[in-house]
């Protein structure tokens, strides 16, 4: 999201000129291959800068009075909606209609320091459920309406070794016993009939196979690339 000069409101969305020279070839990329432009937007941290009541409301989204965008005519009441849509007109002002947007990652932490206000498990079971009802519920956003935009949630686990504040660590939906920090609605049947996957079975090595010598001749061998994707 740092590469927007303005997001607010969302109709003012722009990239900053002084990353054109590395934005435009990626966009046209994009459009040329029919790829998405993926972000990551974090209504948590802009609720960070600006933790008024009203505000927690409207990144959770809470009942709220909405924020009207003077710009579009279109009255927002959620921030992750608002942060997309933002995105959504910056592209459209490079002439980028056809480029996609994806949510790559967004989360809530459930636990923080101190000075980390709206980081709990209450807030952060208000954001991921409320945004899956959102997202299912097709409704789309209001520059986008009628589609759900793909959305990636942040993270499966907890990471307690990464370095920086206490939120940073506590976004994971999931305990390593495999049950659910919080109730998030993501869990058709909860998470009783889950259980640890069983320990790899080992194997005797077998030698490599022999690879024919051909002259001066080249020998092309495949490469298997393995991707793992986890969808919530």
Not at 99 to 122: I, L, M, N
Not at 163 to 188: C, N, V
Request: proline letters at 11%; charged letters at 15%.
């Amino acid at each position: 999201m740092d590469v927007l000069a303005s997001s607010d409101p969302p109709s003012s969305g722009a990239f900053k000129p002084e990353l054109s020279a590395a934005l435009d070839p990626l966009l046209a990329f994009l459009s040329k291959t029919g790829s998405p432009f993926l972000v990551n937007p974090y209504p948590y941290f802009a609720y960070q800068d600006d933790p008024r009541p009203d505000t927690l409301a409207f990144c959770l989204f809470q009942p709220n009075a909405g924020r009207p965008d003077a710009g579009s005519g279109l009255t927002y009441t959620s921030m992750f909606d608002a942060q997309v849509d933002a995105v959504r007109a910056a592209l459209d002002a490079k002439g980028y209609k056809d480029v996609e947007v994806v949510v790559a990652e967004t989360g809530w932490p459930h636990s923080g320091g101190a000075d980390e206000a709206g980081a709990s498990v209450e807030n952060a079971r208000a954001f991921v459920s409320n945004l899956v009802s959102h997202l299912r519920s097709m409704v789309g956003t209001p520059r986008m309406p009628g589609k759900s935009v793909d959305t990636y949630l942040f993270a499966v686990y907890d990471e307690d070794l990464k370095p920086g504040k206490a939120s940073e660590k506590s976004f994971g939906l999931f305990q390593t016993t495999l049950t659910e920090t919080y109730p998030t609605g993501l869990m058709r049947n909860g998470t009783a009939g889950l259980a640890p996957a069983p320990a790899p079975t080992v194997r005797p090595a077998s030698p490599p196979p022999a690879i024919p010598q051909v002259g001066h001749s080249s020998i092309t061998l495949p490469l298997a690339l393995v991707c793992f994707r986890s969808f919530l």
